[in-house]
């Protein structure tokens, strides 16, 4: 199957969605920091929305049995829908059920991910997927990088109840495109009991051996990427470079900025084989991880973050692009569904521990510690070159 009409609807909606999903975490973040004035309540907020999506995308297989893939993103729409209209009209009411309102959210979010992976290959055919995952990730980042700095200015203007009606009309545009999406047929198995709808894409997954290299390269590259997580980088930013908190967001800008080319890159690169460029993305992380500890002016860590992002986002599509041409159609979304529960559940743990490695024994073996699991994950990727290849002419 090969819509392009189709893809320009998931292109979009999904655009929409994901500008939504920055703005809300911006407008709630400000309710609730008024209502409780409290740091700690804050931190709840991401801690909720990364296991909650890390449930969502476990029980994803329940549905990809049962809907079609453009059912099951208009669900996950419709409920975020729904959802986020009750945190806007019970925001004066407790933190704890608006806790339980953003839980539901993120566990619909973890539906739509894998969703969206999984539709890809479907829409555009597997020999335009590099240029279409190069364009996707560009899209991403873009939305990413100004959502912020908008909800920042409306919280500051208006406030951000007025931010999370904002946040409904896009999810409701979103949701009037996604049905612009023409059907993608699935055939309707029958399964014997809930332990195989669950476990099927386990077993699919790491059965495979492409599939299992790159879930494993993703689960590395995850764990290693937690080390750049704001409350590392705000310590990084006091402790190492000794300039006021601005230059955090810098640093973010830059590796943001990163990302955007990195995407750029990645459409003219695409007749390098999938496993130099991972590989050479892990090394290279590692090596920029280490030299960002010593940058010796500052502007040559903004200069670093850049190459961070321009090296990360490259391994990432190059990863991404390997499993879609490696997938059996009808697993795409069961092995976008392991790769989402995987992902989120590492970078979680990872936040946590470094955190704790940060604390206990200074910041910079935080990092050296990130930077030796991307040198792993490079020396790995090597190993397997044979297995990380490109398979685009189906």
């Not at 608006?98 to 619909?108: D, H, N, P, R, T």
């Not at 555009?124 to 240029?131: A, F, M, W, Y």
């Not at 310590?235 to 300039?243: A, I």
């Not at 640093?251 to 496993?275: E, T």
């Amino acid at each position: 199957m090969n819509d392009r009409r189709s893809f320009y609807f998931l292109w979009v909606s999904q655009m929409m969605a994901n500008g939504g999903d920055v703005l809300y975490i911006v407008g709630l973040i400000q309710l609730v920091y008024v209502s409780s004035g409290s740091v700690l309540t804050l931190t709840l907020i991401p801690l909720t929305i990364t296991f909650s999506r890390l449930v969502g995308s476990f029980l994803t297989p329940l549905l990809l049995h049962r809907f079609p893939l453009r059912q099951i993103l208009l669900f996950s729409m419709v409920g975020k829908i729904i959802v986020l209209s009750g945190v806007f009209f019970s925001k004066e009411v407790s933190i704890l059920w608006i806790l339980i309102l953003v839980s539901v959210i993120a566990f619909l979010d973890g539906w739509a991910t894998p969703i969206r992976q999984a539709m890809l290959p479907e829409l555009v055919g597997k020999s335009d997927l590099p240029k279409v995952n190069s364009l996707v990730a560009i899209s991403d980042n873009t939305v990413n990088l100004v959502s912020w700095p908008i909800g920042a200015f409306f919280v500051a203007l208006y406030s951000g109840g007025t931010l999370l009606l904002i946040t409904i009309g896009l999810y409701i545009f979103a949701w009037m495109l996604t049905y612009g999406i023409k059907v993608i047929p699935h055939a309707k198995t029958e399964v014997q009991s809930l332990l195989q709808q669950l476990s099927g894409g386990w077993k699919y997954s790491f059965s495979v051996k492409p599939i299992r290299n790159i879930l494993l390269l993703d689960t590395l590259t995850a764990f290693a990427g937690a080390v750049w997580i704001s409350a590392i980088l705000y310590v990084y930013v006091d402790e190492v470079l000794e300039k006021s908190t601005a230059w955090w967001g810098y640093i973010n800008a830059f590796y943001s900025g990163g990302f955007l080319i990195g995407g750029y890159l990645f459409a003219k690169l695409m007749r390098v084989p999938g496993h130099l460029i991972i590989g050479a993305g892990c090394f290279l992380t590692s090596l920029l991880t280490v030299w960002f500890l010593f940058p010796h002016y500052a502007s040559i860590a903004l200069v670093i973050s850049l190459f961070l992002g321009v090296f990360g986002q490259l391994q990432l599509i190059a990863q991404l692009t390997v499993m879609q041409t490696q997938t059996d159609t009808d697993q795409l979304g069961h092995v976008f569904s392991v790769q989402s529960v995987l992902v989120t559940g590492a970078f979680g743990f990872a936040t946590l521990m470094f955190g704790w490695i940060a604390e206990s024994f200074g910041i910079e073996n935080a990092f050296y510690f990130s930077a030796l699991l991307s040198l792993g994950a490079g020396v790995f990727a090597f190993s397997k070159k044979n297995t990380l290849m490109y398979v685009i002419n189906n």
